[in-house]
């Protein structure tokens, strides 16, 4: 059973600093998605990253996609109060994304 | 314009009741999803259909009975609702490639579902 791991749980900043979460896994995926949830809302795709060591950028937020395809990061630089919900990894296998399986997210609160 | 919208946000219900919930997508995709999203935010898949056909059936107890009466819609049919069955519901929807299938690229905004 393919799982992905996401560290960590919980995250509570200061606006202004940076900070790195994980998604890691023993599984290899053919591509791997990062979304971000608000409270009341369905998760809102941020990025897919699809060959191994592929760094995207989207504004202050950078994804990294493990050379063995079995991991991701996500940073974010001076977090912004905007950035605060939940940020879900999901990973797709080889068989396709039908079969994509999520993370259990990591909750980031950003304080003013 | 919503992308993928799902009906009703909210539902309550007693043990023992059947449900509906609907989605419909505007997007022209192929591949729809209901997702269940428990109180830990855990997101797992229920079911995939591609272009009206059932692609994947995750262990979903029968009581659980999805259609798709077209390419833009995906309803959930749940008979004799449990306490357990208590959950976000979610729908997606994805564009297929000419490599194969994508992930859930667009999600609704979640249906409540809450047995008393």
């Known amino acids: 059973t393919q799982l992905l791991e996401q560290s960590p749980q919980f995250l509570s900043i200061q606006e202004g600093e940076n900070l790195t979460v994980y998604c890691n896994s023993s599984?290899?995926?053919?591509?791997l998605q990062w979304y971000r949830q608000e409270p009341g809302e369905g998760p809102v795709l941020l990025v897919t990253?699809?060959?191994?060591?592929e760094v995207k950028k989207l504004k202050r937020l950078t994804f990294q996609f493990g050379d063995a395809r079995k991991d991701s990061s996500l940073h974010i630089t001076a977090a912004q109060p905007g950035d605060t919900g939940l940020y879900l990894c999901?990973?797709?296998?080889?068989?396709?994304?039908?079969?994509?399986?999520f993370g259990a997210g990591t909750r980031l609160f950003v304080k003013a | 314009d919503t992308a993928v919208s799902q009906t009703p946000k909210y539902l309550v219900t007693q043990m023992g009741n059947d449900k509906s919930i609907k989605c419909e997508q505007n997007?022209?995709?192929?591949?729809m999803y209901w997702y269940k999203q428990d109180s830990k935010k855990f997101l797992k898949i229920m079911f995939s259909?591609?272009?009206?056909?059932?692609?994947i059936n995750e262990t979903v107890p029968n009581r659980f009975s999805p259609k798709s009466p077209d390419k833009a819609h995906l309803n959930l049919h749940i008979n004799s609702l449990e306490l357990g069955d208590s959950a976000v519901y979610f729908c997606?929807?994805?564009?297929?490639?000419?490599?194969?299938?994508?992930?859930?690229?667009?999600f609704g905004q979640g249906t409540r579902l809450t047995v008393v």
């Open positions: 990253v699809v060959t191994g060591g």
């Open positions: 259909y591609n272009n009206k056909e059932l692609i």
């Open positions: 997606a929807s994805s564009q297929d490639l000419a490599g194969g299938s994508s992930p859930p690229a667009f």
């Open positions: 599984s290899v995926f053919s591509s």
């Open positions: 999901a990973g797709s296998p080889n068989t396709g994304g039908f079969k994509t399986i």
């Open positions: 997007l022209g995709h192929d591949t």
